[in-house]
């Protein structure tokens, strides 16, 4: 079995972590507008805070998204807040597509039907990296769509990508900022320097204190070695490299909805619909998360309010 990272050195760019935290009965919500007041610079009116969101695919074979933290303030913007280390070279070039599509997710769902396109709400994806998206040393980016032909025309979608680098130094960021992100990388108390930071950390360190945090953790590292031990072995079956490659896949996601399911059973009695939607699902970043929180639910109930 592979060395797994103890929860008090995770970090808040680590997804467990920062799920954990925003999920929190009691530091959920002031956790996640500290945060993003920092980033955006502003105060938040009254917000709803949704870890971990998933908005599945129009079918079972589409692509759907799991949201790192959904926020929705009452009256305002729609934010996804998305941390992210993986510094892979296909995922870092496939960046700006990604975003494109969380945001065409994220729209299609927010219209009801007769509505005008007027009442089209405001959407900010925000992406806080360990490494430089753009490669220009930057600690902000920040993306909107416009006119090529005439760059000062007005043009306002509501539509907007903010791309965070925790180490980038150019474009004078607002020292506040910098030291947020700082810490989200290097989750310690020396680097809580300032008094919302101060605050941060203490909620922090008390959700990785909580024990069903602790054991929710645990269980999903031992549970996903499991899969991909098992992944592997299926991959090995098939005896040649391509067949090592798809029996691996398959083996995994077949794994992980076994082990959700079998998680849920513990808790009672599943409904049909509800194993359906999860057997159905081959997305094996989705089954990721739906692991994990079906290791951290007391209650089917509130497994399938979460999904």
Partial sequence: MRQVRKLEDLNLVDNFLVNSLTSHQVYGEPAARCILECILGRKLGKIKVVPQRIVPGEDTDKHGIRMDIYLDEEDGEIFDLEPDNNSGKGEVAALPRRARFYHAKLDSGSLQAGEKYNVLRNVIVIFVTTYDPFSLDRMVYTVKNGCIEVSELPYEDGAR???????????????????????????????????????????????????????????????????????????????????????????????????????????????????????????????????????????????????
Avoid: C
């Fill in 161 to 307: 990508t903010i791309f965070l680098y925790t180490k980038g130094t150019k474009g004078n960021p607002p020292k506040d900022l910098q030291e947020l992100l700082h810490y989200m990388e290097y989750s310690s108390k020396e680097n809580a320097r300032t008094e919302n930071l101060q605050r941060l950390h203490e909620m922090v360190t008390a959700v990785k204190r909580d024990g069903k945090v602790g054991l929710a953790y645990m269980k999903s590292f031992e549970i996903e070695e499991r899969i991909r031990e098992q992944g592997i072995a299926e991959g090995k079956a098939v005896g040649h490299a391509e067949g090592l490659t798809a029996g691996r896949k398959e083996g995994i996601i077949q794994g992980q909805i076994n082990a959700i399911l079998d998680l849920l059973r513990e808790l009672g009695e599943i409904p049909p619909s509800l194993e359906e939607q999860i057997t159905a699902q081959k997305d094996e970043e989705i089954l990721r998360k739906w692991l994990r929180l079906a290791a951290k639910a007391e209650g089917v109930t509130e497994f399938a309010n979460q999904i």
